[in-house]
């Protein structure tokens, strides 16, 4: 009888049995094989350089202009990163001696601004791997937390473990400021998650060979390593750096001395001191130098204004509202708000001082009780209103967001 050469199933057993020159396959396993041919085609064309469109900075741009509303200048800085990270990747070897080097970003700004959203934007349309890691985890080796190696272990699980592709990749570090030196006071126990830390990333921004862990967590001497070469990984921080903004008004006032002191400050923008910030700021918050100057390209983010934050609301391609009208129109219901309703959600968002996170907070607090309810009541339609958004913030706990002045 006649039977599967590679599942070993009777014809009886199958749907379809296809006769070869010296053999027979099913139908069962004919699809499973479709889908091993799409998986490895798909490796290796997810990753391969050399079949990249280079995109143009303005393109990349313009991208980011459909998700994140303003930020006008850490989307220029982000882009020409982005671009002139492709170019040294595709560049061919030149006999002139002159090698591009990367250039690795810092992003500044206050919570709420867009860092984490810019990062996960930019990672839609890249062609290399790119992973967002947190730098709160990281402690030195030997103590409790994550070595510093484990940001790539992120960046190979992006990469499927094709080394050569997470050589070429991209590493965002959310939280860069909470591995700022603790002091300069001595003391007996070792700033293990500060300084430490900071000392630990100079090999992978600068460009070293890593021994990394393939499944993360701490290194013991049994374990197999895989070893990564970080001279191409371009890395892009971001962080609140909360109160930096204090350290800049002093440096910016120091400054300037003798009669022009009162035109000088004057002309300096009290509500958005991190426009003027330095690598000087940085160090009087707790980088060490080797550190910054590894981060040459430094940028900051906006504080979100009042027309920003309505923007926010109703704009960008995944924006919140777009998001809750597509839940109830899986349920077959209409949503709807009133004009008044996004102005009552940009006072409130402005009042708890939390940025464009805050306006989810209260999106989730007015719309629970209808997300609750409605699926299984026979409405069609639904429009929020300003008394009701009202009313459901006032029962809710999200007053307790409210940041105090």
């Known amino acids: 009888m006649d039977k599967c050469s590679f599942c070993g199933r009777d014809k009886k057993d199958t749907n379809l049995l296809i006769a070869g020159i010296n053999g027979h396959i099913c139908d069962s396993c004919v699809e499973q094989a479709i889908q091993i041919v799409e998986e490895e085609l798909k490796k290796k064309s997810d990753f391969d350089v050399k079949h990249i469109k280079l995109q143009k900075p303005i393109e990349i741009k313009a991208f980011l202009d459909q998700y994140v509303i303003g930020q006008e200048e850490a989307k220029k800085f982000l882009s020409v990163a982005v671009y002139n990270h492709y170019k040294r990747l595709l560049q061919k070897v030149e006999t002139d001696d002159v090698e591009i080097e990367k250039s690795n970003i810092i992003m500044v700004g206050e919570t709420g601004t867009g860092k984490t959203l810019l990062a996960r934007t930019i990672a839609k349309m890249l062609h290399v791997p790119f992973t967002i890691v947190d730098a709160t985890v990281l402690t030195e080796a030997g103590y409790v937390g994550e070595d510093i190696e484990s940001l790539l272990t992120r960046l190979l699980q992006a990469a499927d473990y094709d080394v050569k592709a997470a050589e070429k990749g991209i590493v965002f570090i959310d939280e860069i400021d909470k591995i700022a030196r603790k002091g300069d006071n001595p003391s007996i126990t070792r700033d293990v998650s500060g300084e430490g830390v900071q000392q630990g990333l100079l090999k992978l921004l600068e460009g070293a060979i890593v021994n990394v862990p393939p499944q993360g967590g701490r290194k013991h001497p049994d374990q197999k390593m895989i070893p990564v070469n970080t001279k191409n990984i371009l890395f892009i921080c971001g962080g609140a750096f909360d109160g930096i903004d204090k350290k800049i008004g002093h440096r910016l006032n120091t400054q300037v001395v003798g009669y022009s002191i009162d035109r000088e400050a004057n002309k300096i923008d009290r509500d958005n001191l991190l426009q003027y910030i330095a690598p000087q700021d940085l160090k009087a918050f707790g980088l060490i130098p080797e550190i910054i100057g590894r981060l040459p390209v430094l940028t900051y983010l906006k504080p979100l204004d009042r027309?920003?934050?309505?923007?926010?609301?109703?704009?960008?391609?995944?924006?919140?509202?777009?998001?809750?009208?597509?839940?109830?129109?899986?349920?077959?219901?209409?949503?709807?708000?009133?004009?008044?309703?996004?102005?009552?959600?940009?006072?409130?968002?402005i009042e708890f001082k939390l940025g464009a996170r805050g306006l989810r907070s209260l999106c989730e607090a007015i719309m629970m009780d209808a997300m609750f309810e409605l699926p299984s009541n026979k409405v069609n339609e639904i429009t929020i209103t300003r008394p009701y958004a009202k009313d459901k913030i006032e029962k809710s706990n999200v007053q307790k967001l409210k940041v105090a002045s």
Do not use: G, W
Not at 328 to 347: A, H, N, R, W
């Open 307 to 349: 027309i920003a934050l309505r923007a926010i609301l109703t704009e960008p391609k995944n924006s919140i509202i777009k998001q809750y009208v597509k839940l109830f129109k899986i349920d077959k219901i209409d949503l709807t708000f009133e004009e008044e309703t996004f102005e009552y959600i940009v006072d409130k968002a």
